[in-house]
């Protein structure tokens, strides 16, 4: 049986990583600052008045205040409080609460929403399923037609390979807190559920009309993409040979799909707007 790695905490961040390009100016000085006086207080420390939740000031909270049986996301729409254990997956989850509050109130509405309005002991709907893939797994891509097209098509040859240079007017941004922390042992395999973003908003912007974007009906149409990020040109040395892209198991291709299942023309991708059907 193999033994798992122990787990890795703020202070090892390798914050030179491309991915982390975005996070780097708040969670390096966060990271540092959980090291001398504990996760919950850093990330208290980093909480300003405009950052309120239904309940009111957002707050970070340990663990053990999360009362036994009620679910997570009703706790924080109920009392503005985030439970935190002191590990890379909850440091992350904070670093993305301060760096973009508006959408993970967003998603925690959406979520609390969805407890609200189920029966007691009712399995998860595909809407509470798609909310809890983004908040782990997400990013945001903005990017030239071609890109998107060939993302749509999975197309990996032309997105990687053909039309690499294009990828200089392309940005992904990650925000999914799960995902960042599995980057920190990067594998070929790490796969982002991509929403794409019209690319003449600017990431901060992007990010804040995605949030406003998120309605009921746009995540259970479940309208996002996969993407193998360390593909991406830039972002991981072994990337620079083509071969690297034919590995099936990882870059696959696209089902068969049916006239009305076909990608949407990225013309029609409007600012914030879902990108198309998978």
Not at 17 to 23: F, S
Not at 38 to 66: H, K
């Amino acid at each position: 049986m193999t033994r798992s790695a122990p787990p890795r905490g703020p202070g090892q961040i390798d914050w030179s990583r491309p991915w982390l390009a975005p996070w780097r100016e708040r969670g390096e000085p966060l990271a540092a600052q959980a090291l001398r006086v504990g996760l919950v207080a850093a990330l208290n420390a980093g909480v300003t008045d405009t950052m309120r939740l239904r309940a009111g000031r957002l707050r970070f909270v340990e663990q053990a205040a999360l009362p036994a049986g009620e679910a997570y996301e009703a706790y924080i729409d109920r009392t503005a409080c985030v439970p935190v254990r002191d590990n890379l997956h909850d440091f992350y989850n904070g670093l993305v609460w301060l760096t973009h509050p508006a959408l993970k109130r967003r998603l925690n509405a959406l979520q609390a929403a969805q407890l609200a309005g189920a029966e007691r002991g009712a399995p998860r709907g595909p809407v509470r399923d798609v909310l809890t893939l983004f908040d782990e797994n997400a990013a945001l891509l903005q990017a030239p037609p071609v890109l998107v097209e060939a993302l749509q098509r999975r197309d990996w040859q032309r997105l990687f390979v053909t039309e690499r240079a294009v990828w200089a007017q392309a940005r992904l941004t990650l925000v999914g807190h799960a995902l960042l922390e599995k980057l920190e042992r990067p594998r070929k395999a790490i796969t982002a559920h991509v929403w794409v973003v019209a690319a003449s908003l600017p990431s901060g912007s992007a990010v804040s009309a995605l949030a406003e974007s998120l309605t009921p009906r746009a995540l259970a149409a479940k309208s996002y993409l996969p993407l193998p990020v360390l593909g991406v040109p830039g972002w991981w040395a072994a990337n620079e040979a083509p071969e690297f892209y034919r590995d099936a198991t990882v870059f696959r291709p696209a089902k068969t799909q049916t006239a009305a299942e076909r990608p949407l023309s990225c013309t029609n991708v409007s600012p914030g707007a879902i990108s198309a059907p998978q």
